[in-house]
């Protein structure tokens, strides 16, 4: 395509593994970017709580790396990052926080005020203070965009608001939780007791050192408000949410589940009457919500298509990157 | 949202069983679209084999019935509604034709020459003339879209394009022949013969009088075209495609592969090194590519997301109408 060239400055603020994902694709994806989509992607300005980076000619892979080892950072904080520097997106990739959003919030609201578009991966400001975050992006004129804030690879929010824009949404039900999934399956397949799949799970990194979030339900639970307020314009907090975890489940009710033709899946449903619940569910083995291992998926009923159903990683840095990249990409075609 | 509302005529060319889905939805959610995405959807003409009528004010429902009764029709082809008729969207949805994708094509081209943009549920021009049609759109400034030709209401060519837009596509593989999925999951079900379950299906009205383009994997030959061309930049036809179809398969060879944990469907798969197949394969029960009765699925591989896997109804009038339905206000927001 022949289009201009139109340079996008970009900051990344929170270098965790997320982060780093996403200065790793836009590097790997540059040139591709440029040639399909007329887009010249510069980061700009790197935050991070051990200090910051910035060139207003575009960051070369030397003062990245120095983030990395902490050699040569300036002493500028992330919110002077987001309001000095120059820059048209600001990626928000610090660790979700449920319990005040922050410093994510903060970060979004900064960026917002200075004319910032967002794209964020973070749970928590989405989760907890949709309406104030939207509200200023729209009296801002800016965008807000959050794809990679729930099922990682695995596009929902633009699919519903995009793909099935004509469609009247009246039910989402899904697995928003890989680490839930993974311990299931596993016992499921092994016939082996719960606090067995936990430990080994933690050590393959895919379950955290406390799981507590993700095997309660919380997260899913996060996952869930963000679609209520965004696709049926709620204005919901995880609070309110009901939510059963899967510490009770044991390999004996598995097998039940599967002598029937079941499998026993963590599942969030919200629908338009605003009713928000998660728990596990009996799921029949040839329903397409029965995915494996750590996958996420989401069945979307609507008025016109009938049920949509997506599949994908919900984890993983290139994965989350991947939902940032087309939310940047989104932006500007 | 507050946006200004926006007059979109639209003239419907072909009154089959897609175009009355399209006419149905617009007047069904004629008020939620024009609230949600400020677009005053208006169908200002309809034309078929057997006349046309013309309002440019809008058709009423009496208008549009007389249609379908074929009272008081006026005698203005197809062509001529699409010069002559003012409106900014023409849908085109005519019967495929895949031995030269008329009147399809005509219609389009001619609607392009007339600065219309074009949404079509028509595999024939996508299929036959994809570099012809799309360089004339892009040379007249015009959009061209046509997520309903391939999967329905699964939506597959704008999720690649825009939610997967970061992303390089490695392949794309799925079941794209609604008929030929329900024949097989019947069979395997019911350890019937391909015959017996071929006239149940047509007696359901599932596959036609003459089913052959569907079981000898034509049709879905012809949408593996559509996303070679589209998706991977292709410049093919689907008589370069390898064909195998469904009506050798017996339940002695579904039987075996359910003892070993498989099924078998009709694949369709194209890579971007420009490899397009067509033909049953065995696929693992646990995998994706799995879904029973009627529905498609494709499972997109990418570079940066992993895999990502759609499921949906490829067919019905209601399930097209929502991809053009989509497709339109795709072309406004």
Redesign the interface.
């Known amino acids: 395509m022949s289009r201009k060239q139109e340079t996008v400055r970009v900051t990344i603020v929170g270098f965790g593994y997320v982060g780093r994902g996403v200065a790793e694709?836009i590097k790997r994806?540059h040139d591709?970017?440029a040639r399909k989509?007329g887009i010249d992607l510069t980061i700009v300005g790197i935050a991070d709580l051990y200090g910051s980076i910035v060139n207003e000619n575009g960051l070369s892979e030397e003062e990245i790396m120095n983030l990395r080892t902490g050699k040569n950072l300036k002493d500028i904080s992330s919110r002077d990052v987001i309001k000095e520097v120059e820059h048209e997106v600001m990626v928000e990739a610090t660790p979700t926080n449920v319990d005040n959003g922050e410093p994510g919030l903060t970060h979004v609201l900064t960026a917002l005020e200075s004319d910032r578009h967002v794209v964020t991966s973070n749970k928590g400001p989405i989760a907890l203070e949709y309406k104030r975050v939207t509200e200023l992006a729209a009296k801002r004129g800016k965008e807000l965009r959050f794809?990679a804030s729930v099922g990682g690879?695995?596009?929902i929010i633009?699919?519903v608001r995009?793909?099935?824009?004509?469609?009247?949404i009246i039910s989402i039900e899904g697995i928003l939780n890989g680490t839930c999934n993974y311990i299931l399956t596993r016992m499921a397949e092994e016939k082996l007791p719960y606090e067995h799949v936990l430990k080994e799970a933690q050590g393959l990194g895919i379950a955290e050192a406390d799981p507590s979030k993700d095997i309660e339900g919380i997260d899913t639970a996060v996952k869930l408000v963000i679609l209520a307020n965004s696709i049926f314009d709620m204005n919901t907090a995880y609070k309110e949410v009901e939510v059963t975890g899967i510490t009770e489940i044991t390999p004996e009710a598995l097998k039940l589940a599967d002598d029937e033709g079941y499998v026993i899946k963590l599942i969030g449903e919200v629908d338009r009457d605003g009713s928000l619940k998660v728990a596990p569910r009996l799921v029949p083995k040839?329903n397409?919500l029965n995915?494996?291992g750590t996958l996420n998926v989401a069945t979307i009923k609507?008025d016109?298509?009938?049920?949509?159903?997506?599949?994908?990683?919900g984890a993983?840095p290139?994965?989350a990157?991947?939902?940032i990249?087309?939310d940047?990409?989104?932006i500007y075609?």
Do not use: D, F, R, Y
Request: aromatic share 0%; no cysteine; hydrophobic share 45%.
């Open positions: 694709v994806k591709a970017i989509h794809e690879a695995m596009p633009s699919l995009e793909n099935l824009a004509g469609n009247g040839g397409p995915v494996g609507t016109l298509a009938g049920e949509i159903t997506v599949i994908g990683k993983g290139i994965e990157a991947s939902a990249l087309s940047i990409i989104g075609t």
